[in-house]
């Protein structure tokens, strides 16, 4: 039986408002169901950072030179 809910406690970090709080999170089927504040962080605990995307990427990974890299990267730029 696969599990498609749950909850965790982690701290939030706030970008927009400049917080960090932890909180108590429960999700059903994918989604946040819930967000409910516990208080101070906790440092023992993670950190959940809503809408964080990490786009770094490694040149040297692409077996690429960088100058051929960046010609490539920069065509799909908007």
Do not use: K
């Amino acid at each position: 039986m696969e599990v498609n809910h749950g909850c965790i406690r982690t701290n939030v970090v706030q970008i927009p408002d400049r917080r960090i709080f932890s909180a108590e999170i429960t999700w059903r089927d994918g989604l946040i169901t819930a967000l409910i504040e516990r208080g101070d962080p906790i440092p023992d605990q993670p950190y959940l950072l809503p809408g964080f995307i990490d786009a770094h990427v490694h040149i040297e990974s692409s077996m690429l030179t960088p100058a051929e890299f960046a010609r490539i990267a920069c065509r799909m730029a908007p």
